[in-house]
DNA sequence: TCTAAATTAGAATGATTATTCTAATTTAGA
DNA sequence: TCTAAATTAGAATAATCATTCTAATTTAGA
């Protein structure tokens, strides 16, 4: 793998300097409304090098999905697996999210649309690719969630639907996070979310008759 | 505003038929996808006509996306109203949010898609219309908290982030129920979160020490 | 029934843009 | 230094639509 020589090694640097600059203006006007013609400015190449190293648009733009998806995926993994709570798990994983996007800003924003975007998901391949991606970043929330079941440490719940639960809270406090220029880290609300996830919002009123 | 003639009832008529086709165009296949000779055929309408009763694509997909989210906020204002107490307030909402977009899952994603696609974001106007809606969704659910808070039912946690978090599960909630093509109807996952967000998933060990 | 105004259908227009092509330019190795 | 192969730039191509135009067709009211 490290085997590389020059030439080898420069080809790789070109294709991430495409790849970081497509993230920048994807990011910014979606994909539909960024033009090959501004990717290739912007990076400095020729539009025919492009095509020397992706096959389309579409391409480029689901290398960089998958790519960055699969990082923060196998980062998550290694978190979680550093602890044995089920608690300790999720916050590991929150924290890992949380603290990636927050270097990833860009990248945040083409992965929440694609993943709410239906523009995909009925065409074949892309969609069902990224879909794909998202399912097992939902598996290994249940997983966890099933395991803390059966260790007693979390309420006999839908697992599959904490899971959505869950994902659904940290996409939506990355999402404003990312929306309004607020000066505080992303990483000071992760202690909040974790509250509210624990223990609910409610003040209890011994009130479980 | 009930004074219509047949003439303008018929107009009015064409009209809601024109959003109807074009909102079931635009679930399936995102806004860039759909062309407007789809709609024109799919309405039965011819090109001009269309352009008869909305000045552009964009307007047709604005129109579409404000009337139905303005009828939806209007529900939910009407539904909270009802009642005193912020956790029956909350339950007010999710129902009827929930209760809304199982009738109209089509206009869901687009509703879902939109409102994370940055796409528009950017583009003057219609992005930040948009997002002012959802603002004031957000708003909504805040004051909601706020209220909770101040009345000692809800801990005091920060009321926009409840409201982020809280936004972001029943988005998740729904946005599952429509991608997995599940015969269990949505409003049965009612209970489950609001559990989940009035309690949290913790087992708690007495362990506040 | 007749006619001017309103409405409509569908073709023409014009702009945009992904992709391919052509002709340099650069490189590596002799 | 020389040259064949690889790489590149940027123009040409071809397709796709949103929008506008033209010529019917329909309507309302006399």
Redo the contacts with the bound molecule.
């Keep these: 793998m490290e085997k590389m020589g ?2 080898e090694r420069e ?1 790789q640097a ?1 294709r991430q300097e495409i790849l970081d600059v497509a993230e920048k203006l994807f990011a910014q006007k979606g994909f539909f ?5 501004e990717i290739a400015d912007a990076s ?6 492009l ?2 190293f992706f096959p ?3 391409e480029i733009y689901f290398t960089l999905i998958t790519e960055k998806t699969e990082q923060l995926f196998s980062l998550i993994e290694k978190a979680v697996s550093r602890f044995d709570s089920s608690m300790d798990k999720l916050k590991a994983l929150v924290t890992t999210a949380f603290n990636f996007f927050e270097d990833h800003r860009d990248f945040f924003k083409i992965f929440i649309s694609e993943r709410s975007g239906f523009e995909w998901m009925a065409k074949e391949d892309l969609g069902l690719r990224i879909n794909q991606l998202y399912e097992r970043y939902l598996m290994m929330l249940q997983n966890i969630i099933e395991e803390g079941i059966n260790r007693k440490e979390i309420r006999p719940l839908n697992p599959a639907e904490i899971a959505y639960g869950l994902a659904g809270m940290i996409n939506s406090f990355i999402f404003q996070w990312i929306l309004k220029p607020v000066k505080r880290p992303l990483k000071s609300r992760i202690q909040n979310l974790l509250t509210m996830l624990f223990e609910g919002i409610a003040i209890s009123h011994k009130k479980n008759a």
């Design positions: 020059r030439r080809r070109r409304k960024t033009t090959l013609a400095e190449f020729g539009m025919a090098t095509y020397q389309s648009k579409e």
